[in-house]
């Protein structure tokens, strides 16, 4: 049985939202992003596989090197999800700063 791992789960480690940061500007080989952490170079791995799984990361061979890059169309269709929450959220905090003015003393 294939485990089908949720988006949300994914990025809800913060080791591999750092990596997703880390290759959002440049794509980068599984060595190069290891080196920015203090974990072993397999604990980074199997992060990226997980991203990879999740398609948030995509990889490209480029000689005899695998460079991973983010997936800008599966974090769009994150950030389309979490849209009406934000959205929520702010007409909420917005309402909040209402009833604080009106009742700051003058």
């Known amino acids: ?11 809800a480690d913060p080791t591999r939202r750092a990596i997703i940061t880390l290759v959002a ?27 990879t799984e999740c398609e ?9 090197e695998i460079y991973y890059q983010l997936n800008p169309n599966r974090m769009k269709a994150i950030a389309e999800f979490i849209e009406p929450f934000r959205k929520l959220w702010d007409d909420r905090f917005n309402k909040l700063e209402e009833v604080m003015k009106k009742h700051q003393p003058k």
Do not use: C
């Open 1 to 11: 049985m294939k485990l089908r791992r949720d988006v949300f789960q994914a990025i």
């Open 56 to 64: 948030i990361l995509e990889q490209e061979q480029k000689g005899r």
């Open 25 to 51: 500007a440049n794509a980068m080989t599984p060595s190069a992003i290891a080196e920015n952490f203090d974990y072993s170079r397999q604990t980074i791995s199997k992060h990226i596989q997980i991203l």
